[in-house]
T-cell receptor, first 117, second 111 residues
Framework: GAVVSQHPSWVICKSGTSVKIECRSLDFQATTMFWYRQFPKQSLMLMATSNEGSKATYEQGVEKDKFLINHASLTLSTLTVTSAHPEDSSFYIC?????????????FGPGTRLTVL | AQSVSQHNHHVILSEAASLELGCNYSYGGTVNLFWYVQYPGQHLQLLLKYFSGDPLVKGIKGFEAEFIKSKFSFNLRKPSVQWSDTAEYFCAPMRSYIPTFGRGTSLIVHP
């Protein structure tokens, strides 16, 4: 149990376009999901906390207008990178916290590799 | 601000060697502690966690970690590593439901 999926697993786009990444909890409900960014050989940097039915909470330095987060249901959160630029190229990872069970344990998706040309 | 320090960035061992990866965090108060592992080409998986109680925590695949409150440490150990333990290891203290990930330690185990 506790499976989290991400779609797509990789995407290549042109500079200036927008890209949407989906994060789904497949076998449990998640009121809270997290979005991370991971650079090569570096740690995960928390970008934002996504709460079902309310606005996301962004970490300092993360542009909320550039990284749009929507958490419309208990099993789906989306991250949209708007007007993508080459410096947005990175590995984006989501995680989900199980509702009412192991609330402090996160289950991670496989990640999405974004390459902006 | 919270910070996490993983002292060993790259570790290379031979099979059957013992492993200890250091992790220190900078803040006091109630904190939950996690170690995650990322095998090559796979996503992050929970290795073990500490919430309260016995400070020596046992996880999957023979790993264990010891919480030493006075030292703000949560070091990961395994008495005898295997080739299949080759992976990236991340320490992640969590406070107020928000985790902070360490830089990670790349472990390579030679057969």
């Amino acid at each position: 149990g506790a499976v989290v999926s991400q779609h797509p697993s990789w995407v290549i786009c042109k500079s200036g376009t927008s890209v949407k990444i989906e994060c789904r909890s497949l076998d449990f409900q998640a009121t809270t999901m997290f979005w991370y960014r991971q650079f090569p050989k570096q740690s995960l940097m928390l970008m934002a906390t996504s709460n079902e039915g309310s606005k996301a909470t962004y970490e300092q330095g993360v542009e909320k207008d550039k990284f749009l987060i929507n958490h419309a249901s208990l099993t789906l959160s989306t991250l949209t990178v708007t007007s993508a630029h080459p410096e947005d190229s990175s590995f984006y990872i989501c995680s989900a916290r199980r509702l009412a069970v192991e609330i402090d344990t996160q289950y991670f998706g496989p990640g999405t590799r974004l390459t902006v040309l | 601000a919270q910070s996490v320090s993983q002292h060993n960035h790259h570790v290379i061992l031979s099979e059957a060697a013992s492993l200890e990866l250091g992790c220190n965090y900078s803040y006091g108060g109630t904190v939950n502690l996690f170690w995650y592992v990322q095998y090559p080409g796979q996503h992050l998986q929970l290795l073990l966690k500490y919430f309260s109680g016995d400070p020596l925590v046992k996880g999957i695949k023979g790993f264990e970690a010891e919480f030493i409150k006075s030292k703000f440490s949560f070091n990961l150990r395994k008495p005898s590593v295997q080739w299949s333990d080759t992976a990236e290891y991340f320490c992640a203290p969590m406070r107020s439901y928000i985790p902070t990930f360490g830089r990670g330690t790349s472990l390579i185990v030679h057969p």
